[in-house]
Nanobody, 115 residues
Framework: QVQLVESGGGLVQAGGSLRLSCAASRSIFNINFMGWYRQAPGKQRELVAAFLSGSSTKYADSVKGRFTISRDYAKNTVYLQMNSLKPEDTAVYYC?????????WGQGTQVTVSS
């Protein structure tokens, strides 16, 4: 059973930064998809940022230029650097990694941005 452990969430003022981490219990080398989603109260879960096959990336329009997804193969960890945070970024953030056809989710980490 693969485990994804997220960390790095918290309370931050608008304009501040946070870095989320997602540590996997399995190698993330040569993965076709790894991404970060978020879900705000009363809203659907949405894709925030992702690595697609190869090194291509995808970002939601709302976070382009502010968020950056990265990865460390040696640590089997995916990161989400979030800068210039806004109150509308408040949500529970989840990482998702797809090994072949099997996907796994982290437990989620709360990000709260105060105005």
């Amino acid at each position: 059973q693969v485990q994804l452990v997220e960390s790095g969430g918290g309370l931050v003022q608008a304009g501040g930064s946070l870095r989320l981490s997602c540590a996997a219990s399995r190698s993330i080398f040569n993965i076709n998809f790894m991404g970060w989603y978020r879900q705000a109260p009363g809203k659907q879960r949405e894709l925030v940022a992702a690595f697609l096959s190869g090194s291509s990336t995808k970002y939601a329009d709302s976070v382009k230029g502010r968020f950056t997804i990265s990865r460390d193969y040696a640590k089997n960890t995916v990161y989400l650097q979030m800068n210039s945070l806004k109150p509308e970024d408040t949500a529970v953030y989840y990482c998702n990694i797809l090994w072949g056809t099997q996907g796994y989710w982290g437990q989620g980490t709360q990000v709260t941005v105060s105005s």
